[in-house]
């Protein structure tokens, strides 16, 4: 069975703070997504990656998948209270996907 | 824009009743997946389907069934809820991403709760 563990499981920042997210396994994946869910709401995709060793930025997050394909990390710099949320990563192969069991990010004003 | 919506926000039932979970995409997306979201345990698949009528069990599809007879809805259905199915139901349709990929649109979500 594929697993994906996360790390930290809750977080809780002041604003302007940096801060990085792990998240882990044994086994490796084709493409490794991070997503974002804010209270009531669906998750909703930030970032795919699919080449080990990747680097990619969105604003303020940068996301990088391991060279072996096995683990990624997602790092927020000066964190901001709209980042406020639970943080997803999930592999995929064979057309689903695996989820970790999410980082919950709090960032406080 | 994808867009996923879901029949009810809210839902409160007793012990024993059916239960019916809707959701529709709008992107003609041929994959569909309903999750059950539970803390500390993340997003677990109950089942998924890549076509009308075709339908795969995920890892957790006891005490649930689904169906998908048009391309844009797919239903889970409780035949016989109970409280340990309490929970946040999230349906996904997906499109191929890049590399290879698959990306996943997801709705808002049905808070059930099982009395």
């Known amino acids: 069975t594929q697993l994906l563990e996360q790390s930290p499981q809750f977080l809780s920042i002041q604003e302007g703070e940096n801060l990085t997210v792990y998240c882990n396994s044994s086994?490796?994946?084709?493409?490794l997504q991070w997503y974002r869910q804010e209270p009531g709401e669906g998750p909703v995709l930030l970032v795919t990656v699919v080449t080990g060793g990747e680097v990619k930025k969105l604003k303020r997050l940068t996301f990088q998948f391991g060279d072996a394909r096995k683990d990624s990390s997602l790092h927020i710099t000066a964190a901001q209270p709209g980042d406020t949320g639970l943080y997803l990563c999930a592999g995929g192969n064979t057309g689903k996907l695996i989820f970790g069991q999410g980082t919950t990010l709090q960032v406080k004003p | 824009d994808v867009k996923v919506t879901q029949s009810s926000r809210y839902l409160v039932k007793r012990t024993g009743e059916k239960v019916f979970l809707e959701c529709v995409q709008d992107m003609d997306h041929e994959n569909m997946f309903w999750y059950r979201q539970d803390p500390g345990l993340g997003l677990r698949l109950i089942y998924f389907s890549y076509d009308v009528k075709m339908k795969e069990k995920g890892d957790i599809p006891e005490g649930y069934s689904v169906s998908r007879e048009k391309k844009e809805r797919f239903s889970l259905i409780l035949e016989s809820a109970s409280t340990n199915q309490t929970s946040m139901y999230l349906c996904a349709s997906s499109r191929p991403g890049t590399g290879g990929s698959v990306e996943q649109y997801f709705g808002p979500g049905t808070r059930l709760t099982v009395t």
């Open positions: 086994s490796v994946f084709s493409s």
